[in-house]
T-cell receptor, first 114, second 115 residues
Framework: DTGVSQNPRHKITKRGQNVTFRCDPI?????LYWYRQTLGQGPEFLTY????????KSRLLSDRFSAERPKGSFSTLEIQRTEQGDSAMYLC????????????FGPGTRLTVT | GESVGLHLPTLSVQEGDNSIINCAYS??????FIWYKQESGKGPQFIID?????DKRQGQRVTVLLNKTVKHLSLQIAATQPGDSAVYFC??????????????FGQGTTLQVKP
């Protein structure tokens, strides 16, 4: 296992379209996190999973956002009816349950909404 | 409120010198403080953590100092190398979020290493 992977790396979409991103965590990790990062800022927490259960969602995660981790392995983040303000880097991270401060991040998916 | 911030946006050091990156936080209710490094085009990379009941922790070429009296966190990098050039973020996990692992990041300091 070479680390956390995310696909696609870049996505350009028109306002109003739906997009879906995928994250494959490190296989032994049962915790999976989604963050959003805008230029010049630190990442902001969106949501996290323990195995397949989504246990917390940030208020940043509007009704247009949905995340799943159906079998406790990979996760998807879907944004419906994209807006220009959704343009950002979407980062996925994973960790062991006992070392939640040591999160391993993927390279991110850069979303541009035109 | 929740706030983790850094004193300087950019730090420029000579290769071989020691670097000190600072972070001020305003919320006393944090269990963990963590430093992450982010290189261009990559996700953040864990460097070192320190629990709130500690003052100092050392790793390989790095030392983190926590001063709870003045709510200040620092990362010291010994013998800075060109590969250390990156954006450095301090982050915290607040008490009550220790189960979630919700990281609260500051804005970042860019470290530039001059050859």
């Amino acid at each position: 296992d070479t680390g956390v992977s995310q696909n696609p790396r870049h996505k350009i979409t028109k306002r109003g379209q739906n997009v879906t991103f995928r994250c494959d965590p490190i296989s032994e990790h049962n915790r999976l996190y989604w963050y959003r990062q805008t230029l010049g800022q630190g990442p902001e927490f969106l949501t996290y999973f323990q195995n397949e259960a989504q246990l917390e969602k940030s208020r940043l995660l509007s009704d247009r956002f949905s995340a799943e981790r159906p079998k406790g392995s990979f996760s998807t983040l879907e944004i419906q009816r994209t807006e220009q303000g959704d343009s950002a880097m979407y980062l996925c991270a994973s960790s062991f349950e006992g070392r939640i401060y040591e999160q391993y991040f993927g390279p991110g998916t850069r979303l541009t909404v035109t | 409120g929740e706030s983790v911030g850094l004193h300087l946006p950019t730090l420029s050091v000579q290769e071989g010198d020691n670097s000190i990156i600072n972070c001020a936080y305003s919320n006393s209710a944090s269990d963990y403080f963590i430093w992450y490094k982010q290189e261009s085009g990559k996700g953040p990379q864990f460097i070192i953590d320190i629990r709130s009941n500690m003052d100092k922790r050392q790793g390989q070429r790095v030392t983190v100092l926590l001063n709870k009296t003045v709510k200040h966190l620092s990362l010291q990098i010994a013998a800075t190398q060109p590969g250390d050039s990156a954006v450095y973020f301090c982050a915290e996990i607040m008490r009550g979020s220790s189960n979630t692992g919700k990281l609260i990041f500051g804005q970042g300091t860019t470290l530039q290493v001059k050859p």
